[in-house]
């Protein structure tokens, strides 16, 4: 029996062995040919040039001051319109005691998204990192998406620069992914007609980069995107990050269908999930970290991630965060303790390791 070889997977594999990148071409054909075994294999290589057995996970909550959003993405299940059923709003005061409640857990990092809400300002914002940094001097604030800081500048009439500079100096320390869901233009006119703009959100973070601000990148994937849409969206991410290196971490987010109008399209398969985060390992060869959001995929998914290139988890999370668990994720109440995810880690037979938000080590388990 004669065993026919896929020429253009060996060239593939040839070039990741060598280290040099693939084009978006091979981004697409790893899509549409490679089988799971080549991308877990090609995946698991790459991670180890980069983080050895490391595994990555922070202790950290969140915090989500408001769901009322004047945004309508056909894909959130959170968000409300104010004097809607279920909306909500936090005073200063209880976004304070939630700070000193986990000073008392010993978290290390904050992270603040919430919905876009219609009446506030930069100032009001910047007041809220002035009192958290006040409150709780070392722990780390990671707040507010592109989409966020988007209109909270232009609600205030300052500049993107002027504003980032503003919260740098109130206290923020990192942007979060979020936003960025799927650059493409039309899929995006479709799944978040009225939101701030592919050009803008990367601006945006090229802008956070240049002042010294370090972010994260997500991408929404399982939806009405298609496989070059996957690859155009972590091209663009590719090429600004060649140009300011300041992506830390790139966070393939999984749509989940409860509770939205697009539910009716259902949701990709858990190899799905695994092929993409190979995928995105393999083309992403100037992104540091690939991390697995549990909370979206659940403990068990976000285990098998572990053997396809995935080197972070994420962190605690204590039962802060309601964007997954309304969207149906498996764990209604996420929260992890350390011992749960020192656990999960070494059933892969791999190292984990505490980080700061900066990917300091902290601790090695
Ligand atoms: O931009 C909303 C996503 C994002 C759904 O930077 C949904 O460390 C799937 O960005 N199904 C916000 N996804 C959350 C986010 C994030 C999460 C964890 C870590 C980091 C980080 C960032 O949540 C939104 C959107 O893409 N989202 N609804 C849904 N139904
Ligand atoms: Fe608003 Fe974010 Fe939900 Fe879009 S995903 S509606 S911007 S809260």
Redo the contacts with the bound molecule.
């Keep these: 029996m004669t065993v026919v070889q896929d020429d253009r997977l060996i060239k593939i594999e040839e070039a990741v062995n060598k280290g040099i990148r693939i084009s978006t071409e091979d981004g697409l054909y790893l899509y549409e040919n490679a089988g799971l075994g080549y991308l877990s294999r090609m995946a698991c290589l790459i991670k180890k040039r980069k983080s050895g057995e490391s595994v990555f996970f922070n202790r950290n909550f969140h915090i989500e001051p408001t769901n009322i959003c004047i945004h309508n993405?056909r894909?959130?299940?959170?968000s409300r319109k104010i004097n809607q059923p279920g909306a909500w709003e936090m005073s200063p005061e209880e976004i304070l005691q939630k700070i000193q409640h986990f000073k008392g857990h010993s978290a290390t990092e904050v992270?603040i998204?919430g919905g876009v809400h219609p009446n506030r300002t930069l100032d009001y914002y910047e007041d809220m990192l002035l009192q958290i940094r006040k409150a709780h001097p070392s722990l780390f604030i990671?707040a507010f998406?592109a989409?966020e800081l988007d209109f909270m500048f232009r609600k205030s009439q300052v500049s993107v620069n002027t504003g980032l500079a503003r919260l740098k100096q109130a206290g923020l320390d990192s942007i979060?992914?979020?936003?960025?869901?799927i650059f493409d233009e039309e899929i995006r006119s479709t799944i978040c007609p009225d939101k701030s703009g592919s050009g803008t959100w990367l601006s945006i973070h090229e802008s956070a980069h240049q002042i010294g601000i370090p972010t994260?990148a997500?991408m929404?994937y399982g939806h009405l995107e298609k496989y070059s849409h996957r690859i155009d969206h972590m091209n663009r991410l590719r090429q600004l990050q060649d140009r300011t290196g300041g992506f830390q971490?790139f966070?393939p987010?999984?749509?989940?269908?409860?509770n939205?109008s697009l539910g009716i399209i259902g949701e990709v398969s858990t190899t799905e999930d695994l092929r993409n985060y190979a995928v995105s390992r393999i083309f992403l060869d100037n992104f540091p970290h690939l991390?697995a959001?549990w909370?979206?995929i659940g403990q068990d998914i976000a285990g098998m991630s572990l053997s396809f290139g995935v080197d972070d988890l994420?962190g605690t999370i204590e039962d802060t965060t309601r964007?997954?668990s309304m969207?149906?994720a498996e764990d209604q109440n996420p929260a992890m303790t350390t011992e749960g995810l020192v656990s999960l880690i070494r059933k892969s037979g791999l190292e984990p390791v505490e980080r700061d938000t900066l990917y300091n080590t902290l601790k090695i388990y």
């Excluded at 987010?253 to 409860?258: C, D, E, G, V, W």
Aim: charged share 20%; with cysteine; net charge positive.
């Design positions: 993405c894909f959130c299940s959170y992270h998204v990671k998406t989409v979060p992914g979020g936003g960025a869901e994260n997500t929404l971490v966070i987010l999984k749509y989940r269908k409860a939205n991390k959001y909370p979206m994420d964007i997954y969207a149906g």
